[in-house]
C-alpha cells in the first residue's frame, strides 16, 4: 500500500521545507483556481447571456409596441377605406406615433452599436413603413390590409430574430424559455390574429358587405385563436407548475386576457359568421376588439415585466455568485496562505530548536534538553532527542568515571613499574657482583688445586729427598699457611655469596609478588577497557539511532572505543610481559635456591679444606719438632693431601657450575630488566591514552 506513495515521497524529499509547503500550496491552489475561475466564467456567460437577453426583451417591448401601433393603423386603415373618413385624423396620428417609436428604436441600436445586428431588419420596416403611409390612402381595402399584414409578419419575423440573437428563445431554463416563447413569438402572434379580426371586422362593418374570402380569413382567424389560446394555456400552466410565485402574479391578467380573446371570437361568431346582415357599427366593433387586443397587450407587458424581472434577478444573482466566489476565493486564498506560512514557521521554529540542540550536542553541550511546543511526531522527536541526550550524558559521565579511574590505575601501574624496575636494576647488579665473585672463586679454587697438586708430587718425592725435608719445611709450612689464608678467605667470600644469593632470592621473591599485583592491576584495567569500549559500543547504536542528530557524538563514540581497543590491547601487551616476567622471575627463584644450596654446600667444603689446612699447618710445623715421624705422618700427610686435592676438584666443579648459575641468573635479570622497560613504555602509552581518552570525552558538559 505504501509503494503507491513513494513518487511523491521521492519527489518531496528532494525539496526543502519551504519548496515543500509551496509544492502542496501550489497543487492544491491550481485545481481550486482553475474549478473557480471555470465556474466564475459560467456564472460570467450566463450574466452576460442575461445581459443580451434583457437588451434583447427591450428591444421587443420596443418592438412589440410599433406592432400594436402598426396593427392600429391597418384597422383604422381598413375603416377609412372602407368608407368610414372620419378615422384620418387617427391614422395620421398613429402615423406619428409609428415614426416616434422607429426614432426611439433606431437610437438604442446606435447607442448599444447595434450589439444585436438588427439595424438591417429595422430599416426595412422604416422603409416599408414609410412607404405605406404614403400610398395607404389610395390602396384598396384588400391592398391595405395584405400590405399591413406583410409588415407587421416582417416586424413579428424581427421580434423572433431579436428572440434567437439575444438567446432568449435558447434559454435553457424552463420558465424564463416559457416566458421568452409567449412573450416574443405566441403572443405577439395572437395579437396579430386579433388585429386581423379588428381590421377586417371594420372593413366590414364600415361597407355593411362580407365576401367569401373575408368569410374565409375571419373562420381562419377564430380557429387559429382559439388553438393559439391553447398553446399558451398549456406553456402558462408550465410555467405555473415551475413557480408558484408567477401562478400568483399572472394568473388572473392570464385569465382576463383569455376572456378578451373568447369575447373577441364571439364577436366575430355573432356578428359576421353566424348572420347574413352585417349590422355592426365600425367605429364601435374597432373600440371594442381595440380594448381587447390593448388588454391583451397589457398582459404580455406584465409577462414582459415578470420576464425582465427574472432576467435582472438572475443577472443580479449571477454577479452576486460571481463577485462571492472572487471575494471566497480571496478570503480562502489568503487564509490558506495564512495557515501554510503559520504551519511553515511552526515546523521551521521546531525544527531551528532541534538543529540548536543537535549543535549543542555536537559541541558537547549535554546540560539543556530539547523544548518543542508542538503536539505532533516533532513532539515525538524532541522526547528521542532528550532520551539520546540523557543516554549521552549517563555514558559520558560513566566514561569519565572510567577516564578518570583509567588515568589513576596508569599512575599507579607506571610507580609500581617504576619501582619493580628499580628493584630488577638492583637484582643485575647484584647478579654481576655475583657472577664476579664466583668468577674470583673459581681462579682461587683452582690455584687451590694447583697448590694441592704441586704438595702431593712434593709429598711423592719426601721419601726420595727425605734429607731434603728439613729445608723445604718451611717452604711446606709457609705453603701451608698460604693454603690456610686461602680456605679461610674462601670460607669468608662464600660467605659472603650466600649472603648476595639469599638477598638476591628474597628480592627475586618480592619481585614475583609484585609482578602478581602487576598482573591484578592489568586485570582490573583489561576490565575497564572492556567496559569502555562496551560502553562506547551502546553509545555508538544510540548515535545511530539518532540518525543525522547523532552523527558527532558517533564519531565521539568511534574515538572512545578506539582508544578503549587500544588500552586493551596495551593491557594485554602488559599482561604477557608480567606474564614473561613472572615466568623468568621463577626461574630466577629457582636458579637462585639451586645455587643458595650450592653455595652452602661449598661453604661446607670450603669449611672442611680449611680444617685440612689447618691440620696442614700443624703437621708442617710438627715437622721440625717431629722429624722422626716424617715417614708415617707424610703417608698420612699424602693422603690427606689426596682427599684434599679431590675435595678441591669438587670445589673447583662446584664454583663452575656456581659461574654458570650467576651467569644465567643475571642475564635473566637483564632480560626481566628489559621486560620491565618494555612494561614501562606500554605504561606510558597507556597513561597516555587514558589522558587522551580524557581530553576527548572532557568536551562535553553534563
Avoid: C, W
Avoid at 427591450?58 to 386603415?77: A, C, F, N, P
Amino acid at each position: 500500500m505504501k509503494v503507491i506513495f513513494n513518487p511523491a515521497k521521492a519527489i518531496l524529499n528532494k525539496l526543502s521545507f519551504f519548496k515543500k509547503f509551496l509544492f502542496i500550496f501550489v497543487i492544491i491552489f491550481i485545481p481550486m483556481t482553475i474549478l473557480a475561475f471555470s465556474y466564475s466564467g459560467e456564472l460570467n456567460k450566463t450574466v452576460v447571456v442575461s445581459k443580451q437577453q434583457h437588451i434583447g426583451l427591450e428591444y421587443v417591448d420596443q418592438l412589440r409596441g410599433l406592432v400594436q401601433l402598426t396593427q392600429q393603423h391597418r384597422g383604422l386603415s381598413s375603416g377609412y377605406l372602407g368608407g368610414n373618413t372620419e378615422s384620418k385624423p387617427l391614422i395620421m396620428k398613429k402615423q406619428e406615433e409609428i415614426r416616434g417609436t422607429l426614432a426611439v428604436i433606431e437610437r438604442k441600436i446606435t447607442d448599444d452599436d447595434d450589439e444585436l445586428g438588427i439595424k438591417t431588419y429595422v430599416t426595412q420596416v422604416n422603409s416599408e413603413l414609410n412607404h405605406l403611409f404614403t400610398e395607404v390612402f389610395s390602396y384598396s381595402t384588400k391592398k391595405s390590409f395584405d400590405t399591413h399584414t406583410e409588415i407587421i409578419q416582417t416586424q413579428l419575423y424581427l421580434l423572433s430574430t431579436i428572440g434567437d440573437y439575444s438567446s432568449l428563445s435558447l434559454d435553457n431554463t424552463v420558465v424564463i424559455y416559457s416566458l421568452a416563447d409567449m412573450v416574443v413569438v405566441r403572443l405577439p402572434y395572437i395579437t396579430e390574429l386579433m388585429g386581423q379580426a379588428r381590421a377586417l371586422g371594420s372593413g366590414i362593418a364600415a361597407s355593411g358587405d362580407m365576401s367569401e374570402q373575408q368569410e374565409f380569413q375571419l373562420l381562419y382567424i377564430k380557429e387559429a385563436l382559439i388553438q393559439q389560446i391553447r398553446d399558451v394555456e398549456r406553456s402558462l400552466q408550465t410555467v405555473f407548475h415551475e413557480s408558484e410565485n408567477l401562478k400568483e402574479l399572472l394568473h388572473g391578467k392570464s385569465n382576463q386576457s383569455v376572456e378578451n380573446v373568447y369575447r373577441l371570437i364571439e364577436i366575430l361568431e355573432k356578428e359576421f359568421l353566424a348572420t347574413d346582415t352585417i349590422s355592426l357599427d365600425s367605429i364601435i366593433y374597432f373600440n371594442s376588439t381595440t380594448e381587447a387586443i390593448d388588454g391583451y397587450y397589457d398582459f404580455i407587458s406584465a409577462q414582459s415585466e415578470t420576464l425582465a424581472s427574472l432576467i435582472t434577478d438572475r443577472i443580479d444573482h449571477g454577479t452576486f455568485l460571481r463577485s462571492s466566489i472572487f471575494i471566497f476565493m480571496m478570503v480562502v486564498s489568503l487564509f490558506v496562505i495564512y495557515i501554510f506560512i503559520s504551519f511553515y514557521l511552526a515546523v521551521k521554529e521546531n525544527i531551528d530548536e532541534v538543529v540548536i540542540a543537535t549543535s549543542r550536542i555536537a559541541n558537547g553541550d549535554l546540560t539543556k534538553n530539547v523544548k518543542v511546543y508542538s503536539q505532533d511526531e516533532m513532539k515525538n522527536i524532541s522526547l528521542s532527542l532528550n532520551e539520546m541526550i540523557l543516554s549521552v550524558k549517563n555514558i559520558i559521565q560513566s566514561s569519565q568515571n572510567v577516564a578518570h579511574d583509567l588515568s589513576q590505575s596508569s599512575t599507579e601501574l607506571s610507580k609500581v613499574i617504576e619501582e619493580t624496575t628499580a628493584a630488577t636494576e638492583q637484582i643485575t647488579f647484584s647478579m654481576e657482583d655475583l657472577s664476579r665473585d664466583v668468577d674470583q672463586q673459581l681462579q682461587r679454587t683452582e690455584e687451590a688445586e694447583q697448590s694441592v697438586q704441586e704438595i702431593v708430587q712434593n709429598l711423592a718425592n719426601v721419601t726420595n729427598t727425605s734429607n731434603e725435608v728439613a729445608k723445604f719445611s718451611k717452604d711446606a709450612t709457609k705453603h701451608a699457611e698460604n693454603g690456610h689464608d686461602l680456605v679461610i678467605g674462601t670460607v669468608e667470600q662464600m660467605t659472603t655469596i650466600s649472603n648476595s644469593i639469599d638477598d638476591t632470592f628474597a628480592v627475586i621473591d618480592e619481585l614475583n609478588k609484585k609482578s602478581e599485583s602487576i598482573g591484578v592491576i592489568i586485570e582490573a584495567i583489561t576490565s575497564i577497557s572492556n567496559q569502555t569500549n562496551l560502553l562506547a559500543l551502546n553509545a555508538a547504536i544510540e548515535a545511530a539511532r539518532a540518525g543525522e542528530q547523532g552523527k558527532g557524538f558517533s564519531v565521539v563514540a568511534a574515538e572512545v572505543r578506539k582508544l578503549a581497543e587500544q588500552s586493551a590491547v596495551s593491557s594485554e601487551q602488559i599482561a604477557q610481559l608480567i606474564g614473561e616476567v613472572q615466568t623468568d622471575t621463577a626461574k630466577a627463584k629457582l636458579a637462585m635456591g639451586t645455587v643458595l644450596n650450592d653455595a652452602k654446600k661449598g661453604i661446607e667444603i670450603v669449611t672442611a679444606t680449611g680444617d685440612g689446612f689447618t691440620h696442614i699447618l700443624s703437621a708442617s710445623k710438627e715437622v721440625e719438632i717431629q722429624i722422626n715421624d716424617v715417614a708415617s705422618l707424610t703417608a698420612v700427610m699424602q693422603t690427606s693431601i689426596t682427599n684434599l686435592a679431590n675435595i678441591i676438584t669438587n670445589t673447583t666443579e662446584i664454583a663452575k657450575k656456581s659461574e654458570t648459575n650467576a651467569q644465567t641468573a643475571a642475564a635473566a635479570s637483564e632480560e626481566q630488566l628489559a621486560t620491565m622497560e618494555e612494561i614501562t613504555s606500554s605504561t606510558v602509552v597507556l597513561n597516555q591514552r587514558a589522558k587522551d581518552l580524557e581530553k576527548s570525552i572532557v568536551q562535553f558538559r553534563v
